[in-house]
């Protein structure tokens, strides 16, 4: 089974804002790559070739609120750099994009909400599809208003700031990210308890390789998984089971998934992070 939006024929099935640009695009495009991750916003970048500059210089491909379609995700343009030879654009996560967008000042006075619940205000506020971790925090002051200097602070920035206390308060990692289709607050706990982790052994299910460091000097146990693309489904932000692995058996959370080469690998590789379960 294929994750959605990037199995077999993912670039072909590219669909770019803007007249007649599916054939353009397919024609010039050299290298695609995406970065799917719970530590940030999602990425996609398109590599073109344009020695003669046509491509940057069509006002009808990549115009101001362009964005690219793979399946459920959509990607929004938010830069592009001209090379000797390439024109490369960049897209995000177009969820992160309209949390971005959302930097009107908002305030809860004293007593009034818990973190959770106003985590969940400024997501249907912004009209984002969301899973938020039901919390007992005390119902306190929260605000979403300008930082230093009169800076803006948006609804993406704000919510990071919420999972960043959460984890100082609670002593275990929280976490906001977009799916592509919702985004997610909540502990890596939860998480761990809210899906079923499948179990990911070498050799087996598309799995090609998996490797792994434990050293106690860390801060947090990582691992690389990598597979083929068309045999991985489960999405960053999901838990599951290394089995045969030695000491880095047992439970991980997806921290990203990477694709480096849309056009001719197969390869997926996933970042995994040893679960903090408190």
């Not at 959509?74 to 592009?80: K, P």
């Not at 599809?129 to 306190?140: I, L, M, T």
């Not at 434990?214 to 991985?232: F, H, K, L, M």
């Not at 990477?258 to 997926?268: H, I």
């Amino acid at each position: 089974m294929a994750e959605p939006g990037f199995g077999d024929g993912a670039v072909d099935d590219l669909l770019v804002d803007g007249a007649g640009s599916r054939a353009k695009i397919r024609n010039a495009l050299r290298a695609a790559s995406y970065t799917r991750r719970i530590d940030g916003g999602s990425e996609l970048q398109l590599e073109l070739h344009d020695p003669e500059r046509r491509i940057m210089r069509d006002s009808e491909l990549f115009r101001a609120g362009a964005f690219v379609e793979l399946g459920r995700l959509r990607f929004d343009m938010v830069g592009y750099q001209q090379g000797d030879s390439t024109f490369t654009v960049l897209f995000e996560d177009a969820v992160v994009g309209r949390l971005r967008d959302a930097d009107a000042d908002v305030a809860v006075s004293g007593g009034k909400q818990r973190r959770s619940e106003f985590a969940a205000r400024l997501l249907a506020d912004a009209g984002v599809d969301s899973v938020v971790q039901p919390d007992d925090s005390e119902k306190v002051q929260f605000s979403r208003t300008g930082g230093e200097e009169g800076e803006s602070e948006s609804s993406w920035e704000a919510l990071d700031r919420l999972a960043r206390e959460a984890s100082r308060e609670d002593g275990v990692s929280w976490r906001r990210f977009s799916t592509g289709w919702e985004v997610v607050f909540a502990s890596e706990a939860w998480l761990m308890d809210r899906y079923e982790a499948p179990r990911v052994r070498e050799s087996t299910a598309g799995v090609v390789r998996i490797n792994w460091t434990i050293d106690r000097g860390r801060e947090r146990q990582r691992a690389t998984v990598r597979t083929r693309a068309e045999a991985w489904s489960v999405p960053p932000g999901r838990p599951v089971r290394l089995v045969n692995q030695g000491p880095a058996s047992g439970f991980w959370l997806i921290e990203q998934i990477r694709r480096t080469d849309l056009l001719a690998s197969k390869e997926t590789v996933l970042q995994l992070v040893r679960a903090d379960e408190g």
